[in-house]
């Protein structure tokens, strides 16, 4: 009942295919090769670091969050071929605003319920805090973090 009350929602869908379309702007415009895989591992390295940020109640915004945003940005900008610059940081500001959305989420852990999947962790407060802490920077660009 609660995934039919979900994919009835216009808001929710249109958030879907905002998904989908900036996911394949992302790999029209992203590097080739074994994306699949890298891209993976990097997402699944914000989850636990940034996951363990949030459960230490890191604040985004301090010293202490830096070399755990630094860390997970170069593994964006090796997995993009890119360098971290203020370009690769505004990507990723931008990606995590379309894709962090805990409904989206929750349509995935319904699946897996309703599929047999295994169950996955919540990984949204990981990308929330990873997204507070790049944007830290540009809301104080007169302070040290």
């Known amino acids: 009942m609660e995934l039919a009350e979900l994919v009835a929602e216009p808001e929710f869908r249109r958030r879907i295919r905002q998904m989908a379309q900036r996911a394949a702007e992302d790999r029209a415009a992203g590097p080739s090769g074994d994306d699949a895989s ?3 591992a990097t997402a699944t390295a914000v989850a636990s670091k940034a996951g363990e940020a949030v459960a230490a109640g ?3 915004a301090s010293a202490q969050a830096a070399p ?13 071929g890119e360098s971290d610059g203020p370009e690769l940081r505004r990507w990723l ?7 962090a959305d805990p409904r989206a989420e929750r349509y995935w852990q319904l699946l897996a319920t309703i599929n047999g999947w295994p169950a996955t962790p919540s990984s949204v407060p990981a990308w929330e805090w990873f997204r507070a802490a790049l944007e830290a920077p540009l809301k104080a660009p007169d302070e040290k973090r």
Do not use: K, S
């Open 58 to 60: 890191i604040d985004p």
């Open 93 to 99: 500001v931008e990606m995590i605003a379309t894709f």
């Open 38 to 40: 890298a891209g993976q």
């Open 68 to 80: 755990i945003v630094d860390g997970l940005v170069a593994g964006y900008a090796g997995f993009r």
